[in-house]
């Protein structure tokens, strides 16, 4: 019998998750499969659950929970000699590889999504022993996004992020980057450095919309330090998809990515704290079997 494991978070959804555990497993058993239930209890077990799936040849792998327990279950699965599917049912505050990927925002949808999915090969980043599939982000606006406490995500959503990233935009304190990447390099003080695998940052789908799940490139855009008007202008530009065109933004499109800054930044990974400047970013091509929706007429 194929076996399938379904990593989730009880955390992520509002605690929801736990409504939606048993209509998966009967969904993955109706399809054919052994479910092994795994619940995470903490930071790092969906990673090393999914780890345990490739080390013991499972068939699929998914996981429920928010970005950051997806962020987890890929990087199990990261440069692993078997190579799962990989599911996910999105339950968290933004969503943004569940968004950028068309996969249901509705939990029981996207379970039942399962049965008629499709295999699809997708991008990664890496910098250093790290893995994300969404966003990384640099700078004191991306920095603030730790002073967001649980029941602040619970109550407000993604207004929150919000609210503590307008704090950080009006602050005086400014960073020096450079930046190397296959065109060159630039140098100089930002408020903000993304590098974006898709279109779907932050629950804004217009940030790239260029961007492919597929495309082999990272996506980097650099705001440039700017008086708090600015910043409202580039918000307004973001909604309209002309995020890139803006005079304060510097877009480049890139298979590497090198940071420097003239003091230590620690970047925000798919929503959770990572590595600390300086690092080099790197493409992935293809790297994961995800399984998006199927074709429709």
Known sequence: MKKAMFIWNPSSGKEQAADYKDFAEKTLTEMGYEADMRETTGPGDATHFAEEACEKHYDLVVAMGGDGTINEAVSGLAEKEHEPLFGLVPLGTVNDFARAL????????????????????????????????????????????????????????????????????????????????????????AKLVLVALTNSVGGFEKLAPEALTDDGLLHLYIVENAALPAFVRMATALVRGKFEEDRSVEAIHTTRVSIRTSEPLSCNIDGDEGSTTPFDIEIMPRHIRAVVPGETD
């Open 102 to 189: 068309g996969i249901s925002l509705d939990p029981e949808e996207a379970i039942e999504g399962l049965k008629t999915g499709r295999e699809k090969r997708v991008d990664i980043g890496k910098v250093g022993d790290q893995y994300f599939m969404n966003i990384l982000a640099i700078g004191e606006i991306a920095e603030s996004t730790y002073e967001v406490e649980p029941e602040q995500k619970t109550k407000l959503g993604a207004f929150a992020y919000f609210v503590e990233g307008v704090k950080a935009a009006t602050s005086d304190e400014v960073t020096t980057f450079v930046i190397e990447h296959d065109h060159g390099t630039w140098e100089g003080e």
